[in-house]
């Protein structure tokens, strides 16, 4: 079947006359990075299972400029900002999703002051709407026994206070879900954001993605679920640094929703 | 009968007055000092905000134990203020309990919940200083909370322990006198708690025991005069401040870092090659510094948070640089710039009205660069703050005076800022590259 799923560019579907119902904003982890990249295919699969239709820039994306921003170079964030919403606006695109919080929340709340206004939403958030309107139909059956603990991405959490939508998602699995010592409001930091990803930590005495995986192992967890790729990034480290790839996974909750359904 | 301790009392009371008007101009002023940034909008969720997050003390209960002690100190400060209305209008007038005729025995209900309020604000003082200095709990103990932020803070718990038993020895050697039928003392008042002491006063005569009334009556007044002068020079300072702080706390999403006009204007110069840049003759314009190097580059609000900055180190506890040993502690970047912008206030003051340099800033000078680079812009600190304090908001301003006013960032972060400058990524992939990952379905 997945011979079958084609991803249009917006501009080939605007070309063909045809307007999708969501842009899905790849992000460069989501286009360039292997274990990222992984989640994005997993991610438009089951958009095409829901019947969504939906494109994507392609090459005509660019980066949204938050690393760029955290790291307090104003000028590029607000050069890549505004050639963004030159092509979203020629485009007139109206809603968009993301796989990445940072995108996510770069779009949705810093875009709008220059010009760019568009219904913005992560996917776990998408997803959800999904199965509520009936699109989706999850059956955890494989997943049943497991233990799995959700790491709040802080971009997706504190940030925007979305909390509940990719555990509503992991509830549909019918597994166990446990929660961390800090979790939600208090959800720890994988270490990642701020551009710290690009960067070597300060001097410390621990790293911030090992305190994190070691607050999830504590829960002893089959499968660390995230939602961010950068996130995904920092925890798959921490499990590899406590050798522990053989008993714990570090999945994206839209994988996690994929697997169940087999595709 | 004498007016000598009417006209003493009003002479001290309007000097205490003075005094600490004196410094809440200079902290008006300090504030001032800080770049305007409208946060007048939307006034009645700002309101509620207040009125939840100050009033209301909701943020505290996160942390059970320590958030119901505070609510004990709090709601006894507050209303044994109320006692103090009364003390204020005897002192003037020279009456004794001035409000008991006129309350019946409402005054004794209110006399008696002070008293008991009293008491449990000293049970809640000893369990914060047991926290303090017996258990030593974590929190208070990071380097920045060495030396003074140390002593004040304990001093603020002695302070009410001693006003508290001030209250309470008053009240008992009142209700002696009173029951004694000594003139003046007419029965007023119901003392749950200082009916306790009072037998101690037994076997003394009359006088010494007016002696003493008297004494604690004018030693409770003056010590909540010193306290109110203390204030300026204390974390304590929040009582009053954490309402204006609540009210002009940021009302978008933690995520929200603002966008720098000065750079739209520039950006939008440079992608449109319509536009005249020499439109506006350069008399107009002022030359921007972009980002924050001293306190004076800073917003109002983030001074008014310095300000407000209990010291109480929620933040730094939360804080995932923090907790794996780096330098960054996000209450001492409050503190920080509090510690400045006071320097920055009393040169001001020595120069008659105008800041003479004084070849030091807010960064390098109290805040690195290492901590700078050490935060993952997680608003950890920001959720954890009981008081809508930002201390990522300065830590952003910084780096933006690093990069844009210094090009000093860290050189791996250059490699990513220059990597999205080139190819829209912050890694060296080709933008033309970017819909492979369409071929591996
Ligand atoms: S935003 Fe920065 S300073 Fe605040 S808690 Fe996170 S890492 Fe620490
Ligand atoms: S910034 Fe807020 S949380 Fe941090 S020490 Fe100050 S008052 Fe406490």
């Known amino acids: 079947m997945s011979q079958s799923i084609s991803i249009p560019t917006l501009a080939e579907m605007i070309q063909e006359g045809k307007k999708p119902e969501v842009l899905f904003w790849v992000g460069c982890a989501g286009s360039f990075d292997d274990r990222a990249k992984k989640i994005t295919k997993a991610f438009v699969k089951l958009l095409h299972q829901a019947s969504v239709s939906f494109a994507v820039l392609g090459t005509e994306e660019s980066c949204t400029g938050d690393p760029a921003k955290r790291s307090g170079n104003e000028f590029l964030f607000q050069m890549q900002a505004m050639a963004n919403i030159e092509v979203l606006n020629g485009y007139e695109v109206q809603k968009i999703v993301t796989t990445c919080p940072h995108c996510f929340n770069t779009l949705k709340n810093e875009y709008p002051s220059l010009g760019g206004n568009y219904e913005v939403v992560h996917h776990t958030q998408f997803l959800k709407g999904l199965l509520e309107e009936g699109r989706l139909k999850v059956e955890g059956g494989q997943f049943k026994g497991k233990r799995i603990t959700f790491h709040d991405p802080c971009y997706l959490g504190r940030a925007n206070n979305e909390y509940e939508a990719p555990r509503s998602l992991l509830y549909k699995l019918e597994a166990e879900i446990v929660e961390m010592k800090n979790c939600k409001q208090r959800g720890l930091c994988c270490g990642a954001g701020g551009a710290q990803m690009f960067k070597e930590p300060e001097k410390g005495n621990k790293d911030i993605n090992i305190e994190r995986t070691e607050q999830a192992l504590d829960k002893k967890p089959n499968i660390i679920a995230t939602g961010c790729p950068f996130c995904n990034t920092m925890m798959t480290d921490g499990i590899k ?3 522990k790839e053989a008993s714990v996974q570090v999945m994206d909750v839209a994988e996690l929703i994929a697997q169940a359904k087999d595709i | 009968m004498t007016l000598l301790p009417n006209l003493i009392f009003a002479i001290l009371f309007f000097t205490g007055i003075a005094v600490f008007a004196k410094n809440v101009k200079k902290i008006i002023r300090n504030i001032r000092l800080g770049i305007s940034e409208n946060r007048s909008d939307q006034s009645p969720l700002r309101l509620k905000q207040m009125l939840r997050v100050a009033l209301g003390q909701s943020k505290m209960v996160s942390r059970p134990i320590a958030g119901a002690l505070h609510i004990v100190v709090y709601i006894g400060f507050i209303i044994i203020n109320i006692e103090l209305l009364e003390i204020i209008v005897d002192g003037f007038l020279g009456t004794h309990r001035v409000f008991a005729p006129f309350l019946g025995t409402f005054y004794n209900v209110l006399i008696a ?30 380097p920045e909370m060495k030396g003074w932020p140390k002593t004040d803070a304990n001093l603020i718990l002695y302070i009410e322990v001693v006003l508290m038993s001030l209250f309470l020895t008053m009240n008992a050697s009142d209700f002696w006198l009173q029951t004694k039928e000594v003139s003046n003392y007419s029965l007023a008042g119901s003392f749950p708690v200082s009916q306790f002491i009072t037998p101690l006063f037994d ?26 002068n203390y204030l300026y020079y204390s974390k304590h300072l929040h009582i009053i401040l954490a309402f204006p702080n609540t009210y002009f706390a940021n009302l978008q999403s933690k995520g929200q870092l603002s966008n720098l006009d000065a750079v739209t204007a520039e950006v939008k110069l440079m992608m449109d090659p319509s536009v005249d840049p020499y439109a506006n003759s350069p008399e107009d314009q002022e030359i921007v510094k972009f980002g924050a190097c001293d306190v004076v580059d800073l917003s109002w609000i983030q001074l008014l948070n310095a300000y407000t900055c209990t010291e109480c180190g929620r933040c730094t506890s939360e804080c995932p640089a923090n907790q794996t040993g780096k330098v960054l502690s996000p209450r001492k970047i409050m503190m920080d710039t509090r510690d400045r912008l006071e320097e920055v206030g009393k040169n001001i003051d020595t120069n008659k009205g105008s800041f003479v340099p004084d070849g030091k800033q807010l960064l390098n000078d109290y805040i690195t660069q290492e901590e700078l680079w050490a935060c993952t812009s997680c608003n950890a600190c920001v959720e954890a703050c009981p008081i809508g304090i930002d201390p990522l908001s300065i830590i952003i301003d910084m780096r933006r005076y690093l990069v844009m006013e210094q090009s000093s960032a860290p050189s791996e972060l250059n490699n990513m800022m220059s990597n999205i400058e080139n190819n829209g990524a912050p890694w060296p992939f080709s933008p033309m590259d970017r819909l492979n990952w369409k071929n591996e379905l």
């Open chain 1, 241 to 243: 640094n406590k050798e």
């Open chain 2, 113 to 142: 919940s002070f008293e008991i309020l009293a008491l449990l604000v000293i049970v809640a003082v000893f369990f914060f200083w047991t926290r303090r200095n017996i258990i030593k709990i974590k929190r208070f103990f990071n």
């Open chain 2, 203 to 228: 076997g003394l005569s009359v006088v010494s025991v007016i002696a003493i009334e008297r004494t604690t009556w004018w030693l409770h007044i003056l010590g909540i005069l010193f306290f109110l």
